[in-house]
């Protein structure tokens, strides 16, 4: 069943990620390093309480942006796609995520040539992908995850302006897709709409990064209010268990909630 996990892989944040990680846009800002690793520990704490199995992969301060591990895999069932990130300085990171996933049981496909592809940009609904093509994530990346996964359609969504397809979109639910409303997110959105293979609804936010949130077993993990008071306010409304959390140092470093986890059924 979509939705439903019983693993989780985290990665502690490296020393070297308020100086070194990469930024789409600088803004001057340094995140405060004992800060972002009491938020990353709360993140931790909750999403522990939610999957029966936790596994946190040590930091390397080689690689500053390693703590973002969901950009170095995808996987779905009992398979594990191991990427090619788009930016080179990361590439290194897929070792230890390839390696965690083989001792975890599960059989791992690796992009080969020239694919390119940050689990950011690949959006899973439980019924077909949507994957951002987007300076991080090419249309060769788009071809191996649907060879790795010809169970499901696969659809590619230009991302016109963030880093990523879930930095304005993400699952809130089953058939429930959160999404921001800037002018990119409502572009990503008509795509969605007119070329998915499924019919969903949108539970629309002020906020493109607000609307990057985790579904895990029932909870709804989400932006909280001191970071993002409006976006927090729509989720308010709902109905399900939620639990709202602060990435803000993260944020600052192009990091968001589904970012600093891969989720394993």
């Known amino acids: ?4 996990y019983s693993k989780a892989v985290l990665r502690e944040i490296p020393s070297s990620l308020p100086g070194a990680a990469l930024r789409q846009c600088p803004s001057g800002h340094i995140p405060d390093l004992e800060r972002a690793r009491e938020q990353h520990r709360r993140y931790e704490e909750v999403i522990r309480s939610l999957v029966p199995e ?13 703590c973002f591990v969901e950009d170095t895999v995808v996987v779905c069932g009992g398979t594990a796609l191991i990427t090619i990130p788009g930016h080179p300085s990361r590439r290194e990171e897929t070792r230890a995520i390839k390696e965690a996933a083989q001792r975890l ?3 791992t496909i690796e992009m080969v040539g020239r694919a390119t592809m940050d689990g950011g940009d690949v959006l899973f609904t439980g019924r077909e992908f949507f994957v951002g093509l987007s300076t991080r994530t090419n249309q060769e990346g788009l071809f191996q995850l649907s ?8 659809t590619g969504v230009a991302v016109m302006g963030g880093l990523h397809l879930k930095s304005f979109c993400s699952m809130a639910g089953p058939d429930l897709i959160c999404i921001g409303s800037s002018k ?10 007119r070329e998915g293979h499924h019919k969903y609804t949108y539970l629309v936010l002020p906020d493109d990064i607000g ?27 709902l109905t ?23 989720l394993i059924p």
């Open 1 to 4: 069943m979509a939705f439903t």
């Open 54 to 66: 936790m596994h946190v992969l040590p930091s390397d301060d080689t690689l500053p942006d390693c």
């Open 105 to 107: 049981g599960l059989k």
């Open 147 to 154: 060879a790795a996964f010809p169970g499901y359609p696969v």
């Open 184 to 193: 990119a997110a409502c572009a990503g959105r008509e795509v969605m709409e």
């Open 211 to 237: 609307a990057n949130c985790l579904y895990i077993n029932g909870t709804l993990i989400h932006v909280s209010s001191d970071t993002f008071p409006n976006s927090a306010a729509v989720f308010e409304q």
């Open 240 to 262: 399900c268990k939620r639990v709202a959390l602060s990435t803000q140092e993260l944020n600052l470093v192009d990091g968001a909630l589904t970012c600093c986890s891969v």
